[in-house]
């Protein structure tokens, strides 16, 4: 399955939210790869960029996961631990897009790609 068709077979509120994130991704990163691994969209610059998980809520959400979130300064503090060792992630919902959050986490995560001797890691399992 390719991500275009996995965006295309969601529900009409994560259809909007996934292909708005991934849009975001794709300017921030140009030449980023995507593929659907362990089921939802992954995208890789330079190593595991980062992921979306459209998550079971009562109002559409999805989970925008960065591989190596611990390493991100959060310095908005808006990055949550769900567990997952290496993972953060930021929320996000319908009408709730902070596009120039988004950029910014963005872009912090393929600096720290660019400039990184170690590779992003393969995924942690998801929630």
Same mark, same amino acid.
């Given at each position: ?9 969601? &529900? ?7 292909? $708005? @994130? ?10 980023? $790869? ?29 989970? @925008? ?11 908005? &503090? ?11 992630? @930021? ?14 986490? @963005? $872009? ?15 995924? $942690?399992?998801?929630?």
């Amino acid at each position: 399955m390719t991500v275009d068709e996995y965006i295309n077979r969601q &529900n009409p509120e994560i259809h909007r939210l996934l292909a $708005q @994130l991934r849009r975001l991704i794709k300017e921030a990163a140009p030449r980023v $790869q995507e593929k659907i691994n362990w089921g939802v969209p992954f995208f890789l610059y330079k190593g595991h960029l980062c992921y979306l998980n459209p998550l079971r809520t009562s109002e559409p959400a999805v989970d @925008l996961c960065f591989l190596r979130g611990y390493e991100l300064a959060n310095e908005q &503090n808006v990055l949550e631990n769900r567990g997952r060792r290496t993972v953060r992630s @930021l929320v996000v919902r319908e009408g709730e897009v902070d596009e120039n959050l988004i950029r910014s986490l @963005l $872009q912090e995560a393929i600096l720290l790609n660019e400039t990184s001797k170690e590779k992003a890691g393969s995924p $942690q399992h998801r929630e």
